[in-house]
Every structure is written in structure tokens, then in C-alpha cells.
């Protein structure tokens, strides 16, 4: 006898139950936004630490109006797929802002990071399966994206360790003459906040040719990545808004809207996210100094916590789950908003705390939070 709704349901409450027990059940607060830093959970205010809102465009007030014109101008949704009618000329003015600021020769505006990852690799698929075979070298730590979408199209892939280069290139020697190789990996890792070797990769290409696939999520606008042959960029962190974009060559880009099913079958953005998109890229130019400071802060957290650089997301490894969680209370009981990030999200035994920092901070916030930290420290001997 097949499964009924309530037995599927109390399948579900026993699965969910082990998650709690385990500490790693995922669930939502309502959170009221009060500026771009700044958020309110039931009556507490608390300072975010836990937004990707590098350069604290969610509420910059161009943006706003850049959004609150074209709405008025375009209307809410778009209302079709791009290839139908969802295409307006305010899309293709942000792909080509989008494609000129990141250097490349066009490039095809997603609803999300997510669907830009997942069409860029069904468009290598493919043009796989019309030449000879495509196979994916994919980071360790790369983000879900990437490889659901690399098993989503059921692709063949190797998972190589986290900036392993050596290790690509011997997996790159053994490829089959004709296969086209694609490495993917990120420019800035979102769950550790350290870098991919760009030159290192850029320099193995010029003895092993492949094509490098970039998710630059969390590095656009705050750094300028430049090797990659396509770059996927998001909408929804440092730039303050929603979305995604594949960056590339024309013919790539051409490619994708023929062969991208994550573009081709979903409805395009609304046409004042595409408006924001624009407008973010002309505050990124006009006000590079939220690029600076937020790095600068970053740099005196990282230093605090014994890391090096300056990228804004930071890691505080503490191990278990619940370590995580308990630190994760802590901040908050001193109305600090720092995420505890666990398994599957990140691998077992590396259970953490995740901050991520905003040019919108003071420096007051800045030290309360290393403050906090320092103590927690003290406590834990
Ligand atoms: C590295 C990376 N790639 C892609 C994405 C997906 O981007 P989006 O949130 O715009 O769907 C994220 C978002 O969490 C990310 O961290």
C-alpha cells in the first residue's frame, strides 16, 4: 500500500525530530529590517552581522529610486520568460552595464545566483553532448549551487580539495583529448572567506587548456576578479538587491539563452531589479569608498581572530554544533546578529560562527563585536 499524506507527514516529524536532536534543524525568524545594518526580531533590536550586504546598498537611496522609477514606468513583474515578452529595454541596459563593468562581452541577467549557476552549466552540458563530452572539476568547498547544479544535469564531475591546484592539473591530464574540461570554483568561498588561486589557475590554463567558471557571489564589488572565461555574478549581496548574472563572451552568452533551462523556462526579473542592477554598478564607480571600508574593517576583525586578509565574511571555527549555537546566543543576548553556520551547510567538526561585515558599521559596532569575541575566548580558556 503506498503512503498516505499523514503517514508522509509523520515520516517528516521523526526526520525533522533527528535534525533538532542533532542541533542542524534549519527554521526562520521574522525579522524587520530598520537600515542596512540593523534588524528587529520580536522586540530587540540587534546590530546584523549576518547579512552579505557588503556595501550596504539595500537601502541607498538611489537605488530605491532607480527601483521606485522604473516601477512606475514598467510595472511590477515582467511578466513572461525573456525569450516571450520578458525582455524590456531596461534588461537589456542592465546586461549590458553589467557585461561592461565586469569586462566581458555581454552577458544574460537570472532571477537568482542560484539559476545563473545552474544555466551556465546546463549551457556547457550541452554543448558537451553536441561535441565531445564535458566533464566538471569542481572545488571542495564550492557553493551548493554549483554542484546541484552539476548533478542536476547529470553531468560527469571530480571534486578536487579545497584550492588543490596540483591536484587539477593531474585530473586535467588525464582527460580524454576531445572532452572539454571546466573548472568551478569561487572567487571568494562563502562559508570561509578565503580566495581561489586565480593566478595559480590562470597560469595552469596556459599549459592545460579549460574553461574556468566563476562564482563570484560574494567578491563582486568588493574586488574586481579578472581570469575567468565565465563569471557568475549575484545581485543579492554586495550589489543590495535580487538576482544573478552569467557573464561571458557573446557566443557563450548566446548559448545561453538557447540552451540555459534555468533561463529559458522561468519568468525574467522584474524590470526595476534590473534598474537597480544598473544603478548599483553606477554607486559601485561613483562611491568606491564603501568597497574600501568594508575590506578595512574586515581586515581589523580577521587580524582580531587570527586571520589574514581582508574579505568580509569571517569565519570563527568552533567545531560541534552546539558550541556554534551557544556562541551564536551569546552575541545575541549583546545584540549582535552572527549566524551559528552547521552541517550540511558546512562539513562536520566545523560547526561556526559566520560573520560578515558592511561599510554601514561603525567602528563602535566593530569593537563591540570583537569585544564579545575576546571575552568568549577568555571564557573558553
Ligand atoms: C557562492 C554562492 N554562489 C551562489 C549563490 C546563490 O546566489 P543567490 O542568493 O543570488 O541565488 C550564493 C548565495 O548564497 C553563494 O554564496
Known amino acids: 500500500m503506498s503512503?498516505?499524506?499523514?503517514?508522509?507527514?509523520?515520516?517528516?516529524?521523526?526526520?525533522?525530530?533527528?535534525?533538532?536532536?542533532?542541533?542542524q534543524l534549519r527554521s526562520r525568524r521574522p525579522l524587520v529590517p530598520l537600515?542596512?545594518?540593523?534588524?528587529?526580531?520580536?522586540?530587540?533590536d540587534y546590530v546584523n552581522f549576518?547579512?552579505?550586504?557588503?556595501?550596504?546598498?539595500?537601502?541607498?537611496?538611489?537605488?530605491?529610486?532607480?527601483?521606485?522609477?522604473?516601477?512606475?514606468?514598467?510595472?511590477?513583474?515582467?511578466?513572461?520568460?525573456?525569450?516571450?515578452?520578458?525582455?524590456?529595454a531596461t534588461h537589456a541596459q542592465a546586461k549590458t552595464d553589467i557585461a561592461r563593468w565586469k569586462g566581458t562581452q555581454d552577458s544574460v541577467l537570472l532571477p537568482s545566483g542560484y539559476q545563473a549557476n545552474h544555466a551556465a552549466v546546463q549551457t556547457l552540458v550541452a554543448l558537451g553532448e553536441k561535441s565531445g563530452g564535458v566533464r566538471f572539476l569542481i572545488d571542495k568547498l564550492a557553493h551548493a549551487s554549483l554542484l546541484d547544479a552539476v548533478r542536476g544535469a547529470s553531468a560527469e564531475f571530480r571534486v578536487f580539495p579545497h584550492n588543490h591546484l596540483a591536484k587539477v592539473e593531474r585530473l586535467l591530464a588525464d582527460a580524454p583529448p576531445n572532452q572539454l574540461q571546466v573548472v568551478l570554483t569561487e572567487s571568494i568561498f562563502s562559508m570561509d572567506g578565503d580566495a581561489a588561486d586565480l593566478a595559480g589557475l590562470v597560469e595552469l590554463k596556459q599549459r592545460r587548456p579549460f574553461i574556468l567558471l566563476l562564482d563570484e557571489a560574494h567578491s563582486s564589488g568588493v574586488y574586481s576578479a579578472r581570469g575567468a572565461d565565465i563569471?557568475?555574478?549575484?545581485?543579492s549581496k554586495a550589489m543590495g538587491s535580487i538576482g544573478g548574472a552569467v557573464c561571458g563572451s557573446t557566443q557563450f552568452c548566446a548559448a545561453l539563452v538557447n540552451y540555459g533551462r534555468a533561463y529559458i523556462f522561468s519568468t525574467s526579473v522584474p524590470p526595476w531589479v534590473a534598474a537597480v542592477a544598473s544603478e548599483a554598478i553606477a554607486v559601485m564607480r561613483d562611491e568606491p569608498q564603501r568597497a574600501a571600508r568594508v575590506r578595512s574593517l574586515a581586515r581589523r576583525v580577521r587580524q582580531a581572530?587570527?586571520?589574514?586578509?581582508?574579505?568580509?565574511?569571517?569565519?570563527v571555527i568552533?567545531?560541534?554544533e552546539a558550541q556554534a549555537l551557544e556562541a551564536s546566543r551569546k552575541l545575541g543576548e549583546a545584540g549582535l546578529l552572527v549566524p551559528a553556520v552547521r552541517p550540511p551547510t558546512v562539513p562536520k567538526g566545523s560547526s561556526r560562527l559566520r560573520i560578515t561585515l558592511s561599510c554601514d558599521h561603525t567602528d563602535?559596532?566593530?569593537?563591540?563585536?570583537?569585544?564579545?569575541?575576546?571575552?568568549?575566548?577568555?571564557?573558553?580558556?
Not at 231 to 235: D, E, F, G, K, R
Not at 305 to 315: A, M, S
Open 35 to 44: 537600515s542596512s545594518t540593523h534588524v528587529r526580531i520580536g522586540d530587540v
Open 305 to 315: 581572530v587570527g586571520l589574514n586578509g581582508d574579505t568580509p565574511i569571517v569565519p
Open 231 to 235: 563569471s557568475v555574478v549575484t545581485l
Open 318 to 320: 568552533l567545531g560541534e
Open 364 to 381: 563602535p559596532e566593530v569593537e563591540h563585536l570583537l569585544d564579545i569575541l575576546a571575552e568568549m575566548k577568555r571564557q573558553l580558556g
Open 50 to 88: 549576518a547579512s552579505n550586504n557588503y556595501l550596504g546598498l539595500t537601502h541607498h537611496p538611489r537605488l530605491i529610486a532607480a527601483a521606485e522609477q522604473s516601477l512606475r514606468r514598467d510595472g511590477l513583474g515582467s511578466g513572461a520568460a525573456a525569450l516571450i515578452t520578458g525582455h524590456t
Open 3 to 23: 503512503l498516505t499524506p499523514a503517514d508522509l507527514d509523520s515520516f517528516i516529524a521523526e526526520d525533522l525530530g533527528l535534525r533538532a536532536g542533532a542541533h
